[in-house]
């Protein structure tokens, strides 16, 4: 996919794309509890076990999904009962453990993802976030750029004291009520009519299959992000190039609007 004018606009995912964030964790601990606690009666009814809700499970069934809409999809891979009926409780009780691992701090920035945002900024280029976690919001607002650029020895003009990432975006859709998740290009679109850049001149950053084909739904570029060895889960969702790490794209190429590694 190409732009011969050059992307005007990037749209990133946050979890898994800007942040190592305690969702995955909180999903699965919350499971588990859930399991030998409140659901312990229904338990053998279940394909469920603590060892099987590895990352793949959390990539392939989950990812990207709003908070009950993932909730049913994992109750209902692990063939739990009346899943629909328990996702929101589900949803719920990980929303609790998740908001107390985030005001503990319990996460972080991805260096290379932070990098990547100020130099695509830095170029002239929009951004956006575009997650369809509510929690979104909370982990922008606690990523300090500014104690990032120090220590990094970066120095851009647009970084004040104080800011965050939340600071530097031109628009943030995370956490809205779509009426379509992913893999419908809905949250994509709207970034990119709120960022003011046509969608053949954006580009997505997703760690997950089904935001890649939201974004090529958009009619959208696809940067797919493999932090979880599923290089071939995105490049099956056709995204238009595949790294492991940001530091691996090619800025000077997205000044031709093309994805290109280094």
Wanted: aromatic share 8%; glycine share 8%; no cysteine.
């Amino acid at each position: 996919m190409e732009t011969p004018s050059g992307f005007r606009g990037a749209v990133f995912d946050v979890d898994g794309v800007l942040v190592d964030s305690p969702h995955e964790q909180a999903w699965r601990d919350g499971l588990r509890q859930l399991m030998e606690n409140d659901w312990s009666d229904i338990r053998d009814q279940t394909s469920y076990t603590p060892e099987k809700f590895t990352p793949e499970v959390y990539q392939k069934v989950m990812s990207g999904k709003p908070r009950y809409v993932g909730a049913q999809a994992a109750l209902e891979y692990f063939e739990v009962p009346d899943a629909e009926e328990r996702a929101q409780e589900y949803g719920d009780h990980k929303q609790v453990m998740i908001t107390e691992l985030i005001e503990a701090g319990e996460f972080e920035a991805f260096p290379d993802a932070l990098r990547f945002i100020l130099a695509v900024k830095d170029a002239g280029i929009l951004v956006a976030a575009a997650s369809s976690s509510k929690n979104a919001g909370l982990f922008l607002e606690r990523v300090r750029l500014d104690e990032f650029t120090e220590k990094e020895g970066l120095d851009y003009d647009f970084i004040r004291p104080g800011y965050t990432l939340l600071d530097i975006l031109d628009a943030d859709v995370s956490g809205r009520d779509f009426e379509q998740g992913k893999p419908h290009p809905m949250i994509f679109l709207t970034a990119a009519e709120e960022l003011g850049t046509p969608p053949g001149e954006s580009f997505v950053i997703e760690d997950a299959a089904n935001g890649v084909q939201a974004a090529k739904a958009g009619e959208m570029a696809a940067l797919g992000l493999a932090r979880a060895d599923d290089e071939a889960l995105l490049e099956e969702a056709e995204a238009d190039l595949v790294v492991t790490s940001l530091d691996d794209v090619s800025l000077e190429a997205l000044s031709r609007g093309r994805l290109e590694a280094r």
